[in-house]
């Protein structure tokens, strides 16, 4: 089984791409992040004429995540227990948002997630983020707690470096997100659950990145941040046989800000 998780950052403006990646890389499993649609907007006919069922959820031109699958798509799961609710808007009352889906593909239990980004120190989407992480802790500790042999990957943008090498200059994160000790206390405290960086010993660093921003030439400088991961519980992280990032795929025109992430699992 083949499986990879990509921030698409535009389904619909990627979709040729992503088709091609499919085919490319002998896809079966591919989870998405930030496709940026609607449920009615997604471009399911592009990947169900390669054979491959689609489980979506977004609800604008924000966030939004999918698994599409080609060996099975059983039990659909939106969002996780207790997965907390946003709103930035005054007198607007909080709703989940589309950051993660889970369904059943090829006997691995398969979660697409978009962690909150946190956005700065001082703002309050960053204790958005470690609620939502912490949330999304005690669910997946819970998953392992009521079957030990579950195999689940716990995919997608973290959006959280932990560790020095994840970025490409610590001292220009020094007052940032993605590299503050609560957040990468929170992404320790899901790998304590019992699940494991799977990528990370086949694909070591430093200066292996999943994510370079568009602006300031980072991606040709090499200027990027490594805050894509596949977690996955021990019966999972047992079958791993490779591990890849495809750092092709950040080239060329219409290029999303993102690599794919590749794993490669024993059956």
């Known amino acids: 089984m083949r499986l990879a998780t990509w921030n698409v950052n535009s389904i ?5 791409r992503v088709a091609a990646f499919l085919e490319r890389h002998d896809v079966d499993v591919l989870a998405l992040q930030e496709t940026k649609c609607r449920d009615d907007q997604f471009p399911e006919m592009v990947f169900s004429a390669l054979g491959y069922e689609v489980a979506h959820v977004g609800h604008s031109q924000w966030n939004g995540v999918a698994v599409l699958s080609r060996i099975g798509l059983d039990d659909v799961e ?3 227990p207790g997965m907390p609710s946003w709103s930035s808007k005054d007198g607007v009352d909080p709703a989940p948002e589309a950051r993660a889906i889970a369904a059943t593909c090829g006997g691995v239990r398969v979660w697409s997630l978009y962690v909150p980004n946190g956005r700065t120190l001082a703002d309050p989407h960053l204790q958005y983020k ?23 990957a716990l995919v997608g943008d973290w959006n959280i470096a932990p560790q020095d090498d994840d970025v490409w200059d610590m001292s220009v994160f020094t007052h940032s997100t993605h590299v503050s ?30 994510y370079w921003d568009y602006t300031q ?10 805050i894509d991961f596949v977690l996955g519980s021990p019966a999972l992280t047992g079958r791993v046989t490779g591990a890849l990032i495809d750092r092709e795929e950040r080239k060329g025109k219409g290029a999303s800000d993102h690599a794919p992430v590749i794993v490669d699992l024993e059956d």
Do not use: K, N, S
Request: proline share 11%; no cysteine.
């Open 78 to 80: 939106v969002g996780f």
């Open 217 to 226: 030439l980072r991606f040709p400088r090499r200027e990027g941040m490594r």
């Open 181 to 210: 000790p609560p957040e990468r206390a929170a992404f320790q405290a899901v790998v304590d659950a019992g699940y494991a960086d799977v990528v990370r010993p086949l694909a070591p660093g430093p200066g292996v990145f999943t």
């Open 130 to 152: 470690l609620e939502w992480l912490e949330a999304l802790r005690v669910a997946a500790g819970g998953w392992l707690a009521a079957d030990p042999q579950a195999p689940i």
């Open 12 to 16: 619909r403006t990627r979709a040729d």
